[in-house]
């Protein structure tokens, strides 16, 4: 259907005639006059194609003023309503980019990765699957950063993810920053629906809030935290003294995300391989989303062009007829 967004300017189209009629005329300077006896012996049809030659331009400016109106309700075309898919879920996904990120104990396809890359492999499949949630994206290390703002862009949100790179946020970590980020971005959203997802390997080593207090403040603002600690329990090392095992996860510090989880309602989960990893996506994807009201998208295509275009065109005419009669007629 057809749908004028500004309909009021269609009031503007009497306005030429309201001026013609209002508007005092222009004062004609008195010139000398010819009296010619003979009046007969000038041609009558000359005089009406001059009479015609000053109408037809004037009509073709009628026509131009009624187009540029018509231009200026900016005529659109509205397709069919399109049901948009809306669980109602905001999720906020906060990843470390600490400088321990980089310890190589993930195995993708075949090869050893380090956490980040697994995790970008990992959290891309689930960003993937969450058609119908707004999601955002917080990246921190040393400070945190807003990286992705709310929105249903699955694709742009999984681009800047993969874009990410260790230390881009600094070395260190800070934990209660980036909860206090989420809190700040997600306060105004439905009570019900405000939900992040924080993924590190170590412990809080940066910051102006502690974990704990920022916890307690996402807690008073209904947010729900679910924690996961990423980084193997155990890595066999070669060196030139022969191998020996270590654990790569020493610093991470469990009991402070056990605590931030039941703090929120959430829930605390260890990734210790990649499998461990997609299986905790895999659960965090049975939250139940919030029910909201069904939202529609009608495709909106523009118009105003093609009446502009016959609005400029019939002017260029006028435009030209004017200068053609004045040098004929001079």
Request: overall charge positive.
């Amino acid at each position: 259907m057809i749908h004028l967004e500004w309909p009021w300017l269609l009031l503007a189209l009497p306005l030429p005639f309201f001026a013609r009629y209002w508007l005092p005329a222009d004062v004609v300077a008195e010139q000398a006059a010819l009296k010619v006896p003979f009046i007969e012996d000038f041609s009558l049809g000359e005089t009406q194609a001059l009479s015609q030659n000053k109408q037809w331009p004037l009509l073709l400016a009628m026509l131009a003023w009624i187009f540029l109106v018509l231009a200026s309700v900016r005529p659109q075309w509205l397709g069919d309503p399109i049901e948009q898919a809306i669980s109602g879920r905001d999720l906020m996904l906060a990843v470390d980019l600490s400088g321990s990120m980089k310890e190589e104990d993930f195995i993708v396809e075949k090869k050893r990765v380090d956490r980040l890359t697994a995790t970008k492999y990992i959290a891309g499949q689930f960003i993937n699957r969450r058609q119908g949630d707004r999601l955002g994206l917080i990246l921190f290390g040393t400070n945190a950063y807003l990286q992705t703002p709310l929105t249903f862009d699955r694709t742009t949100v999984i681009t800047l993810l993969h874009e990410s790179a260790i230390g881009l946020a600094g070395e260190k970590t800070a934990i209660g920053d980036a909860i206090g980020l989420a809190v700040k971005r997600l306060r105004k959203q439905h009570a019900n629906s405000r939900v992040l997802v924080l993924l590190t390997d170590g412990a809080n080593t940066a910051g102006k809030v502690t974990p704990l207090k920022a916890a307690e403040l996402a807690a008073a603002n209904d947010l729900k935290i679910y924690t996961i600690g990423i980084g193997a329990d155990e890595m066999i090392v070669r060196s030139f003294f022969g191998s020996r095992k270590i654990n790569p996860s020493r610093d991470l510090d469990e009991k402070t995300l056990t605590a931030i989880a039941e703090k929120t309602g959430g829930r605390y989960f260890r990734a210790r391989n990649t499998q461990e990893l997609e299986t905790i996506y895999q659960l965090l994807d049975a939250l139940e989303p919030v029910e909201k009201d069904k939202q529609y998208f009608r495709p909106k295509i523009e118009l105003y062009f093609w009446p502009l275009a016959f609005a400029l065109l019939l002017g260029f005419f006028v435009s030209v007829s004017r200068i053609n009669w004045k040098w004929k007629y001079k």
